[in-house]
C-alpha cells in the first residue's frame, strides 16, 4: 500500500484559486471513482470535503471541487479564504478493499 | 447529532499492548461500517482497519497485520481496537470514523472523532 503522492505545499492569495493534485496508479486512484479529499485544521479532526471524485457532502462549500484524470485527481480551491489555510488529504479506495493516504499538502494563503 | 468518541489512549512501554474505544451516538451504529485511522506527530494520516456493519469482514493495513485487531459491539454502539506488540513508531492521535450511510457512497468517512493519543515510550 504505497502512500499517493502530493505536493507538501501550495499557497496562493485571497480570491484566488488553488489545484493540489494526487497521484497514484490504476490499482487505486486511476482504477475506481473512489477517491476522496479531507481537510484538517491544526489540532482538529479530519473533515471530508469531496467523495467519490467530484462529490460534495451537504454543508461543504462549492468553492471546493475535485476531478481526476488518468491516475491523478485534483481539488480546486476557488475563492480562497483565510479560514482555507489547512492542511488537505486525498485518499483512494483500493482493489483490495484498502485504503491509501497522500502525504497531505499544507495550504498557505498570503 | 452523530458523535464518536475515542478513549484508552496513554503510555505504555514498546512492546506491551493497549485497546482503544469508540462510543458511537446519534445513529443507528450497528447498520454502518466503521474505522481506525492514525496520524502520527507532525506526519499525515494513515488508514488503520475497517470492520463491516456485522463485523464479518475485516481489513487491516499490510503493515499492521498481526498486531492490530478490530472488534465492534453493536448492542453497546462501539469499536474497538486492541495493539499488540507496540513500538514507538505507532505513537500516534488514533481517530475512528463511520463510513457513510449504506448504499451512498464508497471508500470515504463522514464522520469523525476528536482522536486519542498512543504514546509508546520507555
Known amino acids: 500500500q504505497s502512500a499517493l503522492t502530493q505536493p507538501a505545499s501550495v499557497s496562493g492569495s485571497p480570491g484566488q484559486s488553488i489545484t493540489i493534485s494526487c497521484t497514484g496508479t490504476?490499482?487505486?486512484?486511476?482504477?475506481?471513482?473512489?477517491v476522496s479529499w479531507y481537510q484538517q485544521h491544526p489540532g482538529k479532526a479530519p473533515r471530508l470535503l469531496i467523495y467519490?471524485?467530484?462529490n460534495r457532502p451537504s454543508g461543504v462549500s462549492n468553492r471546493f471541487s475535485g476531478s481526476k484524470s488518468g491516475n491523478t485527481a485534483s481539488l480546486t480551491v476557488s475563492g480562497l479564504q483565510a479560514e482555507d489555510e489547512a492542511d488537505y488529504y486525498c485518499?483512494?479506495?483500493?482493489?483490495?478493499?484498502?485504503?491509501?493516504f497522500g502525504g497531505g499538502t499544507r495550504l498557505t494563503v498570503l | 447529532e452523530v458523535q464518536l468518541v475515542e478513549s484508552g489512549g496513554g503510555l505504555v512501554r514498546p512492546g506491551g499492548s493497549l485497546s482503544l474505544s469508540c462510543a458511537a451516538s446519534?445513529?443507528?451504529?450497528?447498520?454502518?461500517?466503521m474505522n481506525w485511522f492514525r496520524q502520527a506527530p507532525g506526519k499525515g494520516l494513515e488508514w488503520v482497519s475497517s470492520?463491516?456493519?456485522?463485523?464479518?469482514?475485516?481489513y487491516y493495513a499490510d503493515s499492521l497485520k498481526g498486531r492490530f485487531t478490530i472488534s465492534r459491539d453493536n448492542a453497546k454502539n462501539s469499536l474497538y481496537l486492541h495493539m499488540n506488540s507496540l513500538r514507538a513508531e505507532d505513537t500516534a492521535v488514533y481517530y475512528c470514523?463511520?463510513?457513510?450511510?449504506?448504499?451512498?457512497?464508497?471508500?470515504?468517512?463522514?464522520?469523525w472523532g476528536q482522536g486519542t493519543l498512543v504514546t509508546v515510550s520507555s
Open positions: 470514523a463511520r463510513d457513510p450511510p449504506p448504499v451512498t457512497a464508497i471508500g470515504c468517512f463522514d464522520y
Open positions: 446519534g445513529f443507528s451504529f450497528s447498520t454502518y461500517s
Open positions: 470492520i463491516s456493519s456485522s463485523g464479518s469482514y475485516i
Open positions: 490504476s490499482s487505486d486512484v486511476g482504477g475506481y471513482k473512489y
Open positions: 467519490e471524485v467530484s
Open positions: 485518499s483512494a479506495y483500493t482493489r483490495t478493499s484498502t485504503v491509501v
